[in-house]
T-cell receptor, first 116, second 117 residues
Framework: DTGVSQDPRHKITKRGQNVTFRCDPI?????LYWYRQTLGQGPEFLTY????????KSRLLSDRFSAERPKGSFSTLEIQRTEQGDSAMYLC??????????????FGQGTRLTVV | AQSVTQLDSHVSVSEGTPVLLRCNYS??????LFWYVQHPNKGLQLLLK??????LVKGINGFEAEFKKSETSFHLTKPSAHMSDAAEYFC???????????????FGQGTILTVHP
């Protein structure tokens, strides 16, 4: 297992187009997270899953953003009708969390989105 | 609710001198705490973690952090800075069982560490 994998690494799209990113977590990790990071800022929480259940979605996230983890393995993040403000690095992470404590989260290299 | 405050956005030290990066957290329940490092154009890497065992936690590359519940702090230290330590550091809190933020990782705004020769 080589860690958390994200695809694509870079995406340039025109404003108004839809984009979809994929994340493959570390095998057997039951938790999967999506974060967004812009220059000079810390990663901002978007959403996270425990197995296939989406446990929380950021209230800052518009309805244009949706994420799925259909079989509790890989996840996709879709942004509809992209806007220039969506330009950022989108990070995926996974962890083997359980009740009573968290193990560390392992991060992928991210998908850099540029909306032109 | 949980939150993290990194008290310094930038820290500058000379090579060979101690490093102190400050972090305060807020969490309704006993949290797990982490420090991550991000080098330019690199992914986030775990430095160390606290998960309710020993309050003094040792990490990679000579870094340590001490969990102080009374001060709600989790400051990161290193006795002697190296040029390769120059990077951005993030303090992260995660709520544990019973909390409304259970499982969610909340990042601080980051501290950029500069190391001068």
């Amino acid at each position: 297992d080589t860690g958390v994998s994200q695809d694509p690494r870079h995406k340039i799209t025109k404003r108004g187009q839809n984009v979809t990113f994929r994340c493959d977590p570390i095998s057997e990790h039951n938790r999967l997270y999506w974060y967004r990071q812009t220059l000079g800022q810390g990663p901002e929480f978007l959403t996270y899953f425990q197995n296939e259940a989406q446990l929380e979605k950021s209230r800052l996230l518009s309805d244009r953003f949706s994420a799925e983890r259909p079989k509790g393995s890989f996840s996709t993040l879709e942004i509809q009708r992209t806007e220039q403000g969506d330009s950022a690095m989108y990070l995926c992470a996974s962890s083997a969390g359980g009740r009573g404590g968290n193990t560390e989260a392992f991060f992928g290299q991210g998908t850099r989105l540029t909306v032109v | 609710a949980q939150s993290v405050t990194q008290l310094d956005s930038h820290v500058s030290v000379s090579e060979g001198t101690p490093v102190l990066l400050r972090c305060n957290y807020s969490s309704s329940y006993s949290p797990s705490l982490f420090w991550y490092v991000q080098h330019p154009n690199k992914g986030l890497q775990l430095l160390l973690k606290y998960t309710s065992a020993a309050t003094l936690v040792k990490g990679i590359n000579g870094f340590e952090a001490e969990f102080k519940k009374s001060e709600t702090s989790f400051h990161l230290t290193k006795p002697s800075a190296h040029m390769s330590d120059a990077a951005e550091y993030f303090c992260v809190v995660s709520g544990n069982a019973g909390g409304t933020s259970y499982g969610k990782l909340t990042f601080g705004q980051g501290t950029i560490l500069t190391v001068h020769p």
